[in-house]
């Protein structure tokens, strides 16, 4: 499961490349959003889940639909007509870093030496990719574009680490969903203009986006975090950097360099060793 997690979230940065060459960003966005967001609430009432929240809850669903689905996810969109999948999916797999940094500069977390190795590393696996990108004359705009998004997941964590479905996981990620559609539409009917260039794969990306990342990633990640605990299913973040470079290489046939694989493996090494100094030892 925690494989497959890695796969479906990874392979999202693809099937986004895809999407935002034949279609407006945000108004593909938003209409993905509505759709999955629908079938999920649609899922949860047949699982006997209810949308009476918490007031913890509609903050939970409002945070993250605003910060991971409206501004790390919409940035991405658009980001990724003038930057490549692969780093956009470099980027945002840093997300697991940020946090222990932001933890440990603003709420006093201690940082092990496992994390502070971890740390370092991912500094060093970035610097040696975003040099060797710059130097090749990659787009700052969508650059920053990716940049700004991951430190809005980054804040969403945060500002609600620690907080829980309450049972009503899959209601929550459907109503954050519908959230993230709202505020895209109207992103897009101030800063967009609808186009839209059908074809095969853009139908064929739109679907599994919508289905594979948007839904089916939500529905193992609640089943893996019930097996082992959210913690342990956090360490597969560390395949993400593997995975993505690897899908938009199969299928985009993007260009990869030795900074690239060597930039990848250090991060990689990086947010595994963070994620593992946050288990605690199984008693014996």
Known sequence: MGVAFAFMWSSAFTSARIIVEY????????????????????????????WALTRNQWRATIVFGLCQNALYLGLNFVAMQTIEASLAAIIASTMPLLVAVAGWLFFKDKVKPLALAGLIAGVIGVSIIMGARLNGGVDIYGLGLCLIGVLALTTATLVLR??????????????????????????????????????????????????????????????????????????????NPFIGVAIAAVVLREALDWHDFLGVAIIAFGILAVQLSKQKPTPS
Do not use: C
């Open 162 to 239: 620690g907080a829980t479905s309450g049972g009503n996981f899959l209601m929550v990620v459907g109503l954050q969903m519908l959230v993230g559609s709202f505020a895209l539409f109207l992103a897009a009917v101030f800063f967009e203009t609808p186009q839209v260039q059908m074809s095969t794969p853009l139908v064929l990306a739109f679907i599994y986006t919508t289905l594979v990342p948007g839904l089916a990633a939500t529905l193992v990640w609640f089943f893996l975090v019930d097996r082992i605990g959210a913690v342990k299913a956090a360490t597969f973040h560390f395949l």
């Open 23 to 50: 279609a407006s960003p945000l108004w593909a966005l938003s209409l993905r959003f509505l759709i999955s967001g629908l079938l999920g609430v649609l899922i949860a009432r047949l699982m006997g889940q209810t």
